[in-house]
């Protein structure tokens, strides 16, 4: 799992598309963010092309899932609690049988700072 | 909601000291539980994994076990290294608005000294 850019600094109020790609044809990709004392917190998912679906705190943020391999996860007006570790997974979609017995693999996330 | 629970960190260990670090969970359903490692610098990786009660996980020298009647599932290793040095996050699947998903603990850090 590829995440682009690994390091950002924005200003207030500007906008930004974060970037994750696979290559393991996986249909299931999520977007977490990483904060100190919180652990991780699912923004969205995706289990299909031009699907999407609200997470626990999707609050601020969009997605955009174009091709299997791509899921973007954007800012259209940023503030300053918006800084944070932004992660990136995928899996096999989480309604296979099999799924809790399988891996997310993780990217290896967008430093973002919001000033 | 379900939700995981893990000791504060940070954890400060010698080089060959014992780890145990601490996960309790709440859970409505049986869910799955795991163990992920992330390194300075690296994404979250997956350590080990537990599907059903009893079970034990194990990779890398560290292990936890499924313990249902505690809802636990604490992680440890005998003897550890500088290369531990990293933040362990606990994790179980939840079944909840119709889609299955991860839910992470708060993580905790380890640090190991020579």
């Known amino acids: 799992v590829t995440q682009t850019p690994k390091f950002q600094v924005l200003k207030t109020g500007q906008s930004m598309t974060l970037q994750c790609a696979q290559d393991?044809?996986?249909?299931?990709m999520s977007w977490y963010r990483q904060d100190p004392g919180l652990g991780l917190r699912l923004i969205y998912f995706?289990?299909?092309?031009?699907?999407?679906e609200k997470g626990d705190i999707p609050e601020g943020y969009s997605v955009s899932r174009e091709k299997k391999e791509r899921f973007s996860l954007i800012l259209e007006s940023a503030s300053t609690n918006q800084t944070s570790m932004y992660l990136c997974a995928s899996s096999s979609p989480p309604w296979d049988t099999v799924w809790p017995n399988t891996e997310a693999f993780f990217g290896q996330g967008t430093r973002l700072t919001v000033v | 909601g379900d939700s995981v629970t893990q000791m504060e960190g940070p954890v400060t260990l010698s080089e060959e000291a014992f780890l145990t670090i601490n996960c309790t969970y709440t859970a409505t359903g049986y869910p799955s539980l795991f163990w992920y490692v992330q390194y300075p610098g690296e994404g979250l990786q997956l350590l080990l994994k537990a599907t059903k009660a009893d079970d034990k996980g194990s990779n890398k020298g560290f292990e936890a076990t499924y313990r249902k009647e505690t809802t636990s599932f604490h992680l440890e290793k005998g003897s550890v290294q500088v290369s531990d040095s990293a933040v362990y996050f606990c994790?179980?699947?939840?079944?909840?608005?119709?889609?299955?998903?991860?839910?992470f603990g708060a993580g905790t850090r380890l640090a190991v000294h020579p």
């Open positions: 994790a179980l699947t939840s079944f909840s608005g119709g889609y299955n998903k991860l839910i």
């Open positions: 393991m044809n996986h249909e299931y």
């Open positions: 995706s289990y299909d092309v031009k699907m999407k």
